[in-house]
């Protein structure tokens, strides 16, 4: 049996909510959560202030806001999310391989001149709302397997930790890049909760039987009547 404490940081709570009230409340809610999502909701409503608030309640943040811009905009951006001391943030591979790159050189020379760790840097490759006929509707033209294969290897080819993608692509990406790669998977949904707008979903035990390092999780702890008793219940189906 696996521990639930190892399993708990392999969980990362997704705060999807709409104020700093709320996300703090759900973070004091969960004790022995250590990674928490801010997405571009959150933050745009509460600014980079919040990072500093859940880092004090002795929490690590996982800054999602998926920079997909031209590689200085990025680069810059990276640079100033070292010196918020985030842990984990994520950019879209789409952005190409002269973004990717840039990133990663940005990541580390900020975080050698303040004398940080650097944070993970994972790579979105397709979002978990998308399916083969979204992909055709923007002119990807290919399917959602392929085209997460082909944006993970430009991700590791240009510095970046890992890959954020669903849990149906975790077995094809272990496959293709070895497990030293490390993979963080949304779309996860516990047999007890509900769907909602994800497509290419799976239970948490499937996904971490895969491969998957970490879990996205949201709306089923944090939408439950109690959050933590849901938390909870995720631990003892892993453990």
Known sequence: MIEKSTIAQRIIVALDVNDK????????????????????????????????????????????????????QVAGAVRMAVQHEVSMLTLHASGGSEMLRKAAESAAEAADQIGKPKPMLLAVTVLTSLKDAQLSEIGMGADAAG???????????????????????????????????????????PTWAAANDQKRIMTPAQAINL????????RPITAAPSPLEAFHKILDELA
């Open 21 to 72: 009230a709320r996300a703090l409340s759900l973070i004091r809610e969960l004790p022995d959560a250590e990674v928490f999502k801010i997405g571009m909701r959150l933050f745009t409503a509460e600014g980079p202030a919040l990072l500093k608030d859940v880092q004090e309640l002795g929490k690590k943040v996982f800054l999602d806001l998926k920079f997909h811009d031209i590689p200085n």
């Open 211 to 218: 491969g998957a390092n970490y879990l996205v999780i949201g």
């Open 147 to 189: 085209q997460v294969l082909r944006l993970a290897g430009l991700a590791q080819q240009t510095g970046m930790e890992g890959v954020v993608c669903s849990p149906q692509e975790i077995e094809l990406i272990r496959e293709q890049h070895g497990h030293e790669y490390l993979i963080a998977t949304p779309g996860i949904r």
